[in-house]
Structure formats: C-alpha cells, structure tokens
C-alpha cells in the first residue's frame, strides 16, 4: 500500500501493525490465504510512490 502520510516511520510501522490486528478486511482475507507486504509512505511534498 502506498499512501501519502504526514508522519514518522515509527507512526507508519504502528499503522501497519494496527492494520494486521485489528483491520476487518485484513482479517477476513488472511484467515484463508496469505497476506503480506509492506506500506510505503511518503510525505505530501516529495516526488510520488511506484507501485
């Protein structure tokens, strides 16, 4: 996932972990198949994220 984000990279890793505990979606798919990958995240003024 690639977002733009205003945050520290400490803040970014607490959303992924949040994301992994306690998103529904998340959740739902990873009960019956493999769900991995990272969030890139970027601040609003540098140049876009590929992906």
């Given at each position: 996932m690639a977002l733009e984000y205003d945050e520290s990279e400490r803040r970014?890793?607490?959303?992924?972990?949040?994301?992994?505990?306690?998103?529904?979606?998340?959740n739902t798919l990873a009960s019956s198949s493999l769900v991995s990958g990272e969030?890139?995240?970027k601040k609003p003024w540098e140049t876009?994220?590929?992906?």
């Open positions: 970014v890793a607490l959303l992924h972990k949040n994301l992994e505990r306690h998103g529904t979606i998340y969030i890139i995240a876009p994220v590929e992906g």
